[in-house]
Structure formats: structure tokens, C-alpha cells
């Protein structure tokens, strides 16, 4: 065995595997530039569309930290992440709002092919050869990889993108369930003074309303409902346990409740800060990025701007999209938003007759920007968003206040939370129009007027900033998350090395 050799059996190498969506690819994506700066190689896995619109990202960004480390330069890091695909048979609008059904199915009975990509791409790059595989860090609803890391014989590494309540709320479904809580009916859905007070890791109490949406089905056989609770059950059946937290926030006790069957759990977030911290663009887009939202915050006020954005998945009714059309318009407030072609419920949206004549002086309508660029830019003031974990850990990552509108998921956790817990942020109450939930212009524009230029906004803003910096100690060497990285690389290592001495053994 020649030194190359020796090394590459000692060699930590990570198989990634994300759930297809832009927010759970980048903070796996985050994660794999980490491990690669701690001496990973990582393999890459994504279904084919998502794949395809990566490379395509990556070729937009020749300059990106993802670009560079993906790179025939070993002595730079580089050449230390492939990416991989994986058909699963749907068709590529198939994680639309609409077809998320479908998708969760299809991602289930991805173990065969998966394992069979795996052991066939082992040791067939010739230049770059990639050491044995350490360990499957998967996303914690790609079940797929259970019976994969047992066939392997390698280590499932569950990640969590979640915050450590909604990650505990998902992973405890089942005693849930057997307590009654879930599924959650319309009235407790609609009872603020109804408390869910039976999970552990000294979370907050929380309200039906904050469990995963999925769970107010009321029929026994809804697919989302099933299928969600199909992975619950399959989330305590890991190695390890990864958080995009940081304990500073929720607690180390709320982390280690994620560790139902004794292993490991830490803390390891925000994820995408340390890259962006230092400067390196460290984000993954789906969708092609308007750069020109920079040009246009640099013209703009101080802390003036109002930033609107509801994720890759959200969608509003064509009715509530002109409320907050005439909402912003109100405010008076400069506002940038993100307006995807499908955000009105599938199809583009139409707004009311005059609105962007009236608004063109403030205003700058985009289909997808640059979000790190665009919170962390000294313009911008506040962040209206669908509450996404991500959108959510980036907002106070970086000081911004949150106004949170929810629409599925985990996501009314996050805008509560935001409000009644960390008190970074309010949302919207709404009233009730023909059988939906709409909130009104004059609410859109009271409630960003009162979190812009009220003394209440001024304390949003103050606890975002101390969050804010809560978050960067985190990260930075010494930091609580970077040594809790650092401690899952060594636990990984230390794997290895047992591996390769009994290796040598056997072959003596």
C-alpha cells in the first residue's frame, strides 16, 4: 500500500443526501463546505432536476466556495465534492405546493437506487480517487438512506433543518398522537389557550396551531399526513444527530431531546454564517438571482427598506396578494419583493391596476434575489416572510426583524416563536373571507408602520441585533457550534482510524 493509499483509508468522506427543496439543499450544502474546510470529502446526492439546476448555479457563480471545491485542486480543498444524481421518476414541478404529495412517496422508495449509485460511483474517479465512505448525512424525511446505512454498514447521520422544537414536535408525532394532540382539529387549531406542555427538552409550551400543518388533516388517509408520519417514525433510528441551531437560542437540553435512542445530538448552526463571515458565497440557488436588488438598496435610506419574500414553496391567493400590494403601497416605506411566476397559487400574480406606476420611485420587483446579500445590506429594515427556518435563522443571524405570514409546515412555529419567545419579531391576525384567512392592506400597513417607527420596533430591532450577535460567538472559533462541528468530525475520525488499525491487523 503506497502513502496515497495509506491516506485515503484514513480519510473522512461524507455522503450527503437532502430532501429536494432550496431551503433543506442549502443547508446541507452549507454543511458540506464545513466539512470540507475540516478535511471531508463529500459526495453530493440530489434528485436529477435539482442536480441539474445546481450545476447550472454553479456555472452562473464560477467564483462560488462551491464552484472552487468542487475542483480538480486538491492542495486548495479542492476536488473534494462531487455531486451525484438520482432519478426518481416525477416529473420537475413535482415539489410544488400542489404535488408534495407525490414527491414525499417517490423520495420513500428511493433506497435501492440510491444504494446501488453509491457502491457503483466508489472508486471510479481514477484522478481524484474518493476514500470509503465514513459515514450518510441525511436529510431527517429522506428515510431512503435507513436501509442503505445498514446495507453499508456506515453511520446515519439524521440532520435536522429545523428549529430543535419543530424538530422535536416532528420526531415525537407518534407520542403525540397517543396523547391526543395529533391530528390537530380546526377548534384547537383556533385555541391560542390550548398548551401542548408533554414534550421534552425544556422547550416553550406550544400551542396545537405550532405542530407541523401537515398534521390538521382530519381524514386518516391524506397521503402528506401518512407519509409524514411514516418518516417520524423512522427519525429515531440514527447514529447521530445534527441541529441547525445553535444553543445559545433553544437550549442544549432541547438538542439532546432529538437523541431518542441514546446517540449523540448537537448543535451545529447557523450554518451558512461562518462562510459568510468570512466573505465566501456560500449559497446554492434554485432560481437565477436578480443582482441588480443590490444596485438599488445601495440608493436607499438606512434600516428603510421592507424585504418580501415567501420562500421557493409559498404561495398566497391572487386576493391576498393585492392586499399586500396596497398594504406596502401604504406604508410609504420603500419595499423590495420577490415575486415568484407561481407565487399566486401556481400562477403569476396580478397586481392592482396602477401599482407599480404609483410605487416605481420605491419599489423594486424581482422573481428571486440574493437573500444573504439583501438582509445583510444596511437598507434594509425588515423582513416579511413565510417564516421558513432558514429565512428565519438568516433574518436574526443578521439583525433584521421578522414580520412573519406562515403558510405550511413548520413554518407557524418559527413565526411564533419569532414573536412570543425570541421577541424579534409580530404577524399578521387577519380575518375571515369566504371560508380563507386574509389579512386586510390596513393591517399589512399598520403592522410594518408600527414595526418600523414604533418605539416597539426599535426593541424588535435591539433584540435582533443581541441575537445577532449571539449567533456570530456561536460560530467563531470557540464558539458553542464550531466546537460541537468539531466534535462530530472527531467522533468521525476516530471511526476511521479504529477501522483502519483493525484493517492492518487483519491483513498482518
Same mark, same amino acid.
Given at each position: 500500500?503506497?502513502?496515497?493509499?495509506?491516506?485515503?483509508?484514513?480519510?473522512?468522506?461524507?455522503?450527503?443526501?437532502?430532501?429536494?427543496?432550496?431551503?433543506?439543499?442549502?443547508?446541507?450544502?452549507?454543511?458540506?463546505?464545513?466539512?470540507?474546510?475540516?478535511?471531508?470529502?463529500?459526495?453530493?446526492?440530489?434528485?436529477?432536476?435539482?442536480?441539474?439546476?445546481?450545476?447550472?448555479?454553479?456555472?452562473?457563480?464560477?467564483?462560488?466556495?462551491?464552484?472552487?471545491?468542487?475542483?480538480?485542486? %486538491?492542495?486548495?480543498?479542492?476536488?473534494?465534492?462531487?455531486?451525484?444524481?438520482?432519478?426518481?421518476?416525477?416529473?420537475?414541478?413535482?415539489?410544488?405546493?400542489?404535488?408534495?404529495?407525490?414527491?414525499?412517496?417517490?423520495?420513500?422508495?428511493?433506497?435501492?437506487?440510491?444504494?446501488?449509485?453509491?457502491?457503483?460511483?466508489?472508486?471510479?474517479?481514477?484522478?481524484?480517487?474518493?476514500?470509503?465512505?465514513?459515514?450518510?448525512?441525511?436529510?431527517?424525511?429522506?428515510?431512503?438512506?435507513?436501509? &442503505?446505512?445498514?446495507?453499508?454498514?456506515?453511520? +446515519?447521520?439524521?440532520?435536522?433543518?429545523?428549529?430543535?422544537?419543530?424538530?422535536?414536535?416532528?420526531?415525537?408525532?407518534?407520542?403525540?398522537?397517543?396523547?391526543?394532540?395529533?391530528?390537530?382539529?380546526?377548534?384547537?387549531?383556533?385555541?391560542?389557550?390550548?398548551?401542548?406542555?408533554?414534550?421534552?427538552?425544556?422547550?416553550?409550551?406550544?400551542?396545537? !396551531?405550532?405542530?407541523?400543518?401537515?398534521? +390538521?388533516?382530519?381524514?386518516?388517509?391524506?397521503?402528506?399526513?401518512?407519509?409524514?408520519?411514516?418518516?417520524?417514525?423512522?427519525?429515531?433510528?440514527?447514529?447521530?444527530?445534527?441541529?441547525?441551531?445553535?444553543?445559545?437560542?433553544?437550549?442544549?437540553?432541547?438538542?439532546?431531546?432529538? !437523541?431518542?435512542?441514546?446517540?449523540?445530538?448537537?448543535?451545529?448552526?447557523?450554518?451558512?454564517?461562518?462562510?459568510?463571515?468570512?466573505?465566501?458565497? !456560500?449559497?446554492?440557488?434554485?432560481?437565477?438571482?436578480?443582482?441588480?436588488?443590490?444596485?438599488?438598496?445601495?440608493?436607499?435610506?438606512?434600516?428603510?427598506?421592507?424585504?418580501?419574500?415567501?420562500?421557493?414553496?409559498?404561495?398566497?391567493?391572487?386576493?391576498?396578494?393585492?392586499?399586500?400590494?396596497?398594504?406596502?403601497?401604504?406604508?410609504?416605506?420603500?419595499?423590495?419583493?420577490?415575486? +415568484? !411566476?407561481?407565487?399566486?397559487?401556481?400562477?403569476?400574480?396580478?397586481?392592482?391596476?396602477?401599482?407599480? /406606476?404609483?410605487?416605481? /420611485?420605491?419599489?423594486?420587483?424581482?422573481?428571486?434575489?440574493?437573500?444573504?446579500?439583501?438582509?445583510?445590506?444596511?437598507?434594509?429594515?425588515?423582513?416579511?416572510?413565510?417564516?421558513?427556518?432558514?429565512?428565519?435563522? /438568516?433574518?436574526?443571524?443578521?439583525? &433584521?426583524?421578522?414580520?412573519?405570514?406562515?403558510?405550511?409546515?413548520?413554518?407557524?412555529?418559527?413565526?411564533?416563536?419569532?414573536?412570543?419567545?425570541?421577541?424579534?419579531?409580530?404577524?399578521?391576525?387577519?380575518?375571515?373571507?369566504?371560508?380563507?384567512?386574509?389579512?386586510?392592506?390596513?393591517?399589512?400597513?399598520?403592522?410594518?408602520? %408600527?414595526?418600523?417607527?414604533?418605539?416597539?420596533?426599535?426593541?424588535?430591532?435591539?433584540?435582533?441585533?443581541?441575537?445577532? /450577535?449571539?449567533?456570530?460567538?456561536? &460560530?467563531?472559533?470557540?464558539?458553542?457550534?464550531?466546537?460541537?462541528?468539531?466534535?462530530?468530525?472527531?467522533?468521525?475520525?476516530?471511526?476511521?482510524?479504529?477501522?483502519?488499525?483493525?484493517?492492518?491487523?487483519?491483513?498482518?
Amino acid at each position: 500500500m503506497n502513502i496515497e493509499d495509506e491516506n485515503l483509508q484514513c480519510a473522512l468522506h461524507a455522503v450527503i443526501v437532502p430532501f429536494p427543496l432550496q431551503s433543506h439543499v442549502n443547508a446541507l450544502m452549507n454543511l458540506a463546505q464545513l466539512l470540507v474546510m475540516r478535511g471531508f470529502f463529500i459526495t453530493f446526492v440530489n434528485i436529477e432536476w435539482i442536480h441539474k439546476r445546481i450545476v447550472g448555479d454553479s456555472a452562473r457563480k464560477a467564483n462560488s466556495l462551491i464552484s472552487l471545491l468542487s475542483r480538480g485542486d %486538491r492542495d486548495h480543498r479542492g476536488g473534494r465534492i462531487r455531486f451525484l444524481s438520482i432519478a426518481d421518476g416525477l416529473p420537475p414541478d413535482h415539489c410544488s405546493a400542489s404535488n408534495f404529495g407525490d414527491s414525499f412517496i417517490a423520495l420513500q422508495k428511493l433506497s435501492p437506487a440510491l444504494e446501488h449509485l453509491l457502491r457503483s460511483s466508489s472508486g471510479n474517479d481514477e484522478q481524484y480517487p474518493f476514500p470509503a465512505i465514513t459515514c450518510i448525512v441525511t436529510d431527517c424525511v429522506m428515510s431512503c438512506t435507513e436501509q &442503505v446505512a445498514t446495507n453499508m454498514k456506515v453511520p +446515519r447521520v439524521i440532520f435536522w433543518p429545523l428549529c430543535a422544537a419543530s424538530s422535536i414536535a416532528q420526531c415525537y408525532a407518534t407520542f403525540l398522537i397517543s396523547h391526543g394532540h395529533i391530528p390537530v382539529t380546526i377548534s384547537e387549531a383556533n385555541n391560542p389557550e390550548k398548551l401542548i406542555t408533554c414534550l421534552p427538552g425544556n422547550i416553550p409550551p406550544l400551542r396545537p !396551531s405550532d405542530l407541523n400543518s401537515l398534521y +390538521r388533516a382530519q381524514d386518516p388517509s391524506d397521503v402528506l399526513f401518512n407519509a409524514l408520519l411514516y418518516e417520524s417514525q423512522k427519525q429515531s433510528k440514527g447514529d447521530y444527530v445534527l441541529v441547525n441551531t445553535f444553543e445559545e437560542l433553544e437550549g442544549r437540553d432541547a438538542v439532546t431531546a432529538l !437523541s431518542l435512542n441514546g446517540c449523540p445530538a448537537l448543535a451545529i448552526g447557523p450554518l451558512f454564517l461562518p462562510n459568510f463571515l468570512q466573505g465566501r458565497d !456560500s449559497t446554492t440557488s434554485l432560481w437565477e438571482e436578480d443582482e441588480s436588488c443590490q444596485t438599488w438598496l445601495d440608493m436607499q435610506q438606512p434600516a428603510s427598506v421592507i424585504y418580501v419574500s415567501f420562500g421557493s414553496l409559498a404561495v398566497k391567493s391572487q386576493e391576498q396578494l393585492e392586499q399586500l400590494a396596497l398594504g406596502l403601497e401604504g406604508t410609504g416605506q420603500p419595499f423590495l419583493w420577490v415575486l +415568484r !411566476s407561481d407565487v399566486a397559487e401556481g400562477k403569476p400574480a396580478v397586481l392592482p391596476e396602477g401599482f407599480e /406606476e404609483r410605487t416605481k /420611485e420605491r419599489a423594486l420587483l424581482v422573481r428571486w434575489a440574493p437573500q444573504l446579500k439583501v438582509l445583510s445590506h444596511t437598507s434594509v429594515g425588515l423582513f416579511l416572510t413565510h417564516s421558513g427556518w432558514n429565512s428565519t435563522m /438568516e433574518s436574526m443571524s443578521l439583525g &433584521v426583524p421578522i414580520l412573519g405570514f406562515p403558510y405550511s409546515g413548520d413554518q407557524f412555529l418559527n413565526c411564533r416563536f419569532a414573536k412570543d419567545v425570541w421577541e424579534i419579531g409580530l404577524d399578521f391576525e387577519g380575518v375571515d373571507v369566504d371560508d380563507q384567512r386574509v389579512v386586510p392592506k390596513e393591517e399589512v400597513e399598520d403592522t410594518v408602520k %408600527r414595526m418600523m417607527r414604533s418605539s416597539q420596533g426599535k426593541q424588535l430591532r435591539e433584540n435582533a441585533l443581541k441575537l445577532k /450577535e449571539c449567533a456570530t460567538r456561536a &460560530v467563531l472559533p470557540g464558539g458553542s457550534s464550531f466546537l460541537n462541528l468539531n466534535t462530530f468530525v472527531e467522533d468521525m475520525a476516530r471511526k476511521v482510524a479504529a477501522q483502519s488499525a483493525q484493517s492492518k491487523n487483519e491483513t498482518k
